[in-house]
């Protein structure tokens, strides 16, 4: 069975941080990548553009329960669902 983990960041807040925290953020991000891999565990990674250029999909379902998707494209232009 395989998981798909996505770590999301609020832009805005990511903005405010001095350069020491996002230091700190990205040793955190990374330390966790590569205790990821080996342990044999990491497929594949893509960065998704900012939350700023996403596109909302809102559907409704045959018992009126409604469902947002927001869509987010990568740098290869496929898109990805968050």
């Known amino acids: 069975m395989k998981y798909m983990l996505l770590i999301y960041d609020d ?3 990511w903005e405010k941080f001095s ?20 342990g044999g565990h990491y497929v594949s990674s893509n960065q ?3 939350a700023s250029v996403a596109t909302s999909v809102r ?11 927001h869509m987010r494209r990568r ?3 496929s898109a990805a669902t968050t």
Do not use: C, H, I
Not at 59 to 69: E, F, K, L, P, Q
């Open 11 to 13: 832009t805005k807040v």
């Open 19 to 38: 350069e020491e925290q996002r230091k700190q953020g990205m040793d955190m991000y990374m330390k966790f990548t590569q205790e990821v891999k080996s």
């Open 48 to 50: 998704l553009q900012p």
């Open 59 to 69: 559907t409704r379902d045959a018992n009126g329960w409604s469902r947002t998707a």
């Open 75 to 77: 740098a290869s232009n």
